[in-house]
């Protein structure tokens, strides 16, 4: 065979002692594997079932959930990029669409999903190590609590779990086989992953690698390696391509999966980095961006930019610092203890005995992390026997690394303990198979790795009180669902705990106002905005009561108050104007909706009622410019108003505008 003709590639050793790998010949193992799995993840569901997030999602879960909703009854009407990416919350609405808003059918399906990725774990082993230590890796994952529970969320865990696991499999295999339709699967599966979490794409590296290795082994051509370096790439851009199509046009210039790698990593990478961490999402989150708003910023892409700029400049600045952050962010990833995001795993224990036994914290000793990661890592060490061990553990240390960059937490890295249940077995195996001497060393190097990761550490979010975080944003939660009896039961709780926090009394007053009790809302919250002046919520909620009530200027004046904590909120801009147009002054009404339609010109009531308040202060040129714009964006306004605005330009006989248009001096 000449230089210039393609070489098939070779046959790779295997490191496996079984010989023949084939699913047919364990296909017992393989059920065992998905029985035990499916069946501990179904035995947590059924137990999980007195806790209140069970069919009341809370916070990042919320925000997926009625996404998803949103895009299954056809009500979601996109009008820039992606914010997070879109992966998990298409894979809901899908599950939606099909059978409807069911919480125990969502969990099913992904506790499915979980039984897949712990079978596809015994197939990783069978490739890496031999099947018994594949079958232990599989066994070991189906009851590893983070799983569980994360499995049992609308979280994205369970896919970005999956696309890990099963790719890493998919990578192994390509590499014994050599055939590209395992690779073109391969980039595939990673394109699903990265639109679920990008970080995912560390696999599509790794797989680089792996086939330059195979080149230099001489094991593949340079030409037969970079045709399948190009088919696991054109794998990866069948599905990520159409949403960074979609989120360009939107966002009018270059978007990839989504926009907030931005402010994730100016979080991860501050001089205030633990407290930015520790803020808690809702108010807070928006306030951050009040500075941006401030130098004309708009539109998602635009913010993923402007906070990206702000964590290089303060990296740039500080590098000593910034290396000294990576420092602790990398302890923060490795520490044996659950680090909470927006949920405390530690806290839901309670409501699940199967998760209590499974995960928990004995003293200095964290299960599972704090024995598993020490475990594992003695086949780091005992690997030689098994050269493709390297392609684990250079996919834990690059998501590990990817994690780190931004900020870690329990949920990010529960992806990798599939992996380290897998080395954990094969690691313990060889231990046991080995000599005296190498069993005492394996097991000074364990105890060693399980002091420094059970060391304790302080981490972000130590002094919140997640329970009754927690209980608070159920409240709110079934109050906007109005589901009266979940929510007053879990304000009841709260009350008894901490009946002055500010927390507490908005959700308290938010639940009268849902119920439209304003005798009891207004006190609720004006206790609330005494406990906390500058509470943006608290003042919006007070002055919707008042206005409810018909204590206008009450509802100005407190309107003004959240204007001035935040001037760029959409809806309390609309608020302030319709005031002033019920006032009949309509001059100041059309500067906050012009300030409205500014903050987000994607809305086109903002034109609509723009519209107006032009017509009502005679500037009927701008008037049929503005209900031209709010048509463009697909509403129409009353027809009556077309004939008002025609007969008065008639009258005006074509005058110029008759006001200008410049911005009054307001004072709330």
């Known amino acids: 065979m000449d230089a210039g003709s393609e070489i098939e590639a070779k046959s790779v050793p295997t490191p496996t002692s079984d010989g023949n790998r084939s699913g047919s010949r364990y296909i017992g193992h393989w059920l065992l594997i998905g029985g035990w799995a499916l069946s501990w993840q179904l035995a947590y569901i059924i137990s999980s079932r007195s806790d209140p997030t069970f069919s009341c999602p809370i916070i990042d879960a919320r925000v997926y959930h009625d996404q998803a909703v949103a895009i299954a009854n056809g009500s979601f009407h996109p009008t820039d990029a992606y914010f997070q990416p879109p992966g998990y919350t298409l894979f809901l609405s899908a599950?939606?669409?099909?059978?409807?808003?069911?919480?125990?059918?969502?969990?099913?399906?992904?506790?499915?999903?979980?039984?897949?990725?712990?079978?596809?774990v015994y197939g990783i082993g069978q490739e890496l190590f031999d099947r018994r230590a594949g079958l232990f890796g599989g066994l070991i994952?189906?009851?590893?609590?983070?799983?569980?529970?994360?499995?049992?969320?609308?979280?994205?865990?369970?896919?970005?779990t999956y696309c890990l696991v099963c790719g890493l499999w998919l990578l192994l295999v390509g590499l014994r086989t050599g055939q590209w339709i395992v690779w073109l699967l391969l980039g595939i599966v990673l394109g699903m992953g990265a639109l679920v979490r990008p970080d995912v794409l560390v696999l599509f590296v790794v797989a680089l690698i792996a086939l330059l290795m195979q080149n230099r082994q001489r094991l593949y051509t340079l030409r037969r390696t970079g045709f399948l370096a190009l088919v696991i790439f054109g794998g990866v851009v069948i599905p990520i391509g159409p949403v960074v199509v979609r989120n360009s046009m939107l966002a009018g210039q270059l978007v990839f999966i989504s926009t907030n790698a931005g402010v994730n990593f100016y979080l991860g990478n501050h001089a205030q980095r633990d407290q930015l961490l520790a803020l808690r999402p809702g108010e807070p989150w928006f306030l951050l961006?009040?500075?941006?708003?401030?130098?004309?910023?708009?539109?998602?892409?635009?913010?993923?930019?402007?906070?990206?700029?702000q964590a290089v400049d303060y990296i740039s600045k500080n590098p000593v610092n910034f290396l000294c952050g990576l420092a602790d962010k990398a302890a923060w990833l490795l520490?044996?203890?659950?680090?909470?995001?927006n949920e405390n795993i530690y806290v839901q224990r309670q409501y699940s005995p199967i998760l209590a036994a499974l995960i928990w914290r004995w003293g200095a000793i964290s299960f599972p992390w704090g024995l598993l990661f020490p475990i594992a890592l003695w086949s780091a060490l005992s690997w030689r026997p098994y050269v493709q061990l390297r392609w684990v553990w250079l996919t834990l240390l690059l998501y590990g690394l990817a994690i780190i960059i931004f900020f870690p937490c329990g949920r990010y890295r529960a992806p990798l303990l599939p992996l380290l249940a897998l080395l954990a077995a094969g690691g313990g195996l060889t231990w046991w198979r080995g000599q005296p001497r190498i069993r005492w060393s394996g097991l000074m190097v364990t105890a060693l790795a399980a002091i420094v990761v059970n060391w304790p550490l302080k981490l972000p979010g130590d002094?919140?009180?997640?329970e009754l975080e927690m209980q608070v944003a159920v409240a709110r939660e079934a109050t906007q669902e109005k589901n009266w009896l979940l929510a007053d039961g879990m304000l009841a709780a709260v009350e008894q705990r901490a009946p002055q926090d500010n927390a507490v009394l908005l959700a308290r007053g938010l639940f009268w106002l849902q119920k439209n009790d304003l005798s009891k809302t207004i006190p609720c919250l004006e206790m609330a905005v005494l406990s906390a002046p500058t509470s943006f919520s608290a003042h919006v909620g007070l002055a919707s009561a008042y206005h409810r009530a018909g204590f206008k200027d009450q509802a100005y004046s407190h309107y003004g108050a959240a204007y001035d904590i935040y001037p760029y909120d959409f809806g309390v801009l609309q608020a302030l104007a319709d005031l002033l147009m019920d006032a009949g002054e309509y001059l100041r009404a059309v500067h906050y909706y012009q300030e409205a339609v500014a903050v987000n010109p994607s809305r086109p009531e903002g034109y609509a009622k723009l519209a107006v308040a032009y017509y009502f202060s005679k500037q009927y040129n701008d008037a049929w410019r503005t209900v031209l714009q709010a048509e463009a964006l697909g509403m129409r306004p009353n027809p009556q108003f077309y004939i008002l605005l025609s007969a008065a330009q008639a009258d005006s006989?074509?005058?110029?505008?008759?006001?200008?248009?410049?911005q009054p001096n307001d004072q709330h």
């Open 141 to 160: 994952t189906a009851i590893l609590g983070p799983l569980l529970y994360y499995n049992a969320q609308l979280l994205p865990v369970v896919l970005i």
């Open 463 to 466: 002094s919140t009180d997640w």
């Open 335 to 341: 520490t044996g203890a659950e680090q909470p995001r």
């Open 95 to 120: 599950i939606y669409r099909l059978v409807g808003l069911n919480p125990w059918v969502i969990k099913i399906v992904q506790a499915l999903l979980g039984m897949v990725t712990c079978m596809l």
């Open 653 to 662: 006989e074509g005058a110029p505008n008759q006001v200008s248009e410049s």
């Open 289 to 309: 961006r009040r500075a941006g708003m401030e130098k004309g910023i708009r539109g998602e892409a635009g913010f993923d930019q402007y906070f990206s700029a």
